[in-house]
């Protein structure tokens, strides 16, 4: 096909593919929006980069079960729509910058898979099953190793 031809062609299918689909292709996009505000109950109110959106309140965050997150106002974040429906605006994906607090509660057991655990700015120390550990107390430090199913630790 000649340049024109294919330009004639290429716009055919466009708007009839338009015609099909609609905007309901937008629906299955992932839209950047800065956060206003997180509500007490969890949800968000957002406004969208996308000029085509407009502000949204209430939204939900659906990320992993048993995560939950508070956000500083402008973090950034993700809305989409679940099952495709305008109507359902749904938040997720935020970025590290804008993140306040992160807390996971698990039913079941939370397995780390790291040569150590740091918790920052001086938070509590982490010492799992087998790690070394030095314990003070009331007549000095003790030394001793973290023991599998107990609350003790073994010298």
């Known amino acids: 096909m000649s340049g024109s031809n294919s330009d004639r062609f290429k ?3 466009t708007s009839i593919v338009e015609r099909i689909v609609g905007t309901r292709i937008l629906d299955c996009t992932a839209f950047p929006a800065r956060v206003v505000v997180q509500r007490d109950d969890g949800t968000l109110d957002v406004d969208p980069d996308d000029p085509r959106l407009p502000g949204m309140t209430s939204l939900p965050i659906r990320g992993l079960p048993g995560v939950t997150v508070r956000v500083r106002p402008d973090a950034r974040v993700l ?35 790291a040569p150590s655990v740091v918790l920052a700015d001086g938070g509590a120390g982490v010492a799992r099953i087998g790690d070394a550990v030095q314990v003070l107390t009331t007549t000095g430090p003790a030394y001793g190793t973290i023991v599998s199913g107990r609350t003790a630790v073994t010298a």
Request: charged share 25%.
């Open 79 to 113: 809305v989409t729509f679940e099952n495709g429906d305008p109507r359902l605006p749904i938040a997720t994906l935020f970025a590290l910058d804008g993140l306040e607090e992160l807390r996971i509660e698990a039913k079941v057991a939370v397995k780390l898979s």
């Open 11 to 13: 716009s055919a299918i």
